[in-house]
């Protein structure tokens, strides 16, 4: 089992957030499945998320990059909104990842 601590929107090369909210979810969900990747895992070894935003109004997009990105059986989530992330973040995800 591999507990992934929470992942911004982050550029791993230029260490920026992009404009756009999309473009940081779609972004900080590479960076976990990069980190999946890296331990041995694929995407559909997550069963557990933990999805932070920083406006609930963003949910829908998270819905749509999740529905283009996951294939079903879905891994859980929970969504929670907070005032503020790192660096202005404006999403952060969390993941379990349960290896064969």
Excluded: H, W
């Amino acid at each position: 089992m591999v507990f992934l601590s929470g992942q911004l929107g982050l550029d791993p090369v230029s260490g920026e957030l992009p404009a756009s909210f999309e473009a940081q979810c779609r972004q900080a969900f590479r960076n976990v499945f990069a980190i999946v990747k890296a331990a041995g895992g694929t995407p559909a070894d997550i069963v557990r998320q933990t999805v932070y935003l920083t406006d609930l109004d963003n949910f829908g997009v998270v819905n749509k990059v999740m529905s283009e990105i996951f294939s079903a059986p879905y891994p859980a989530r929970s969504c929670v909104q907070i005032s503020a992330l790192p660096k202005g973040g404006l999403i952060e995800v969390e993941a379990t990842v349960v290896l064969d």
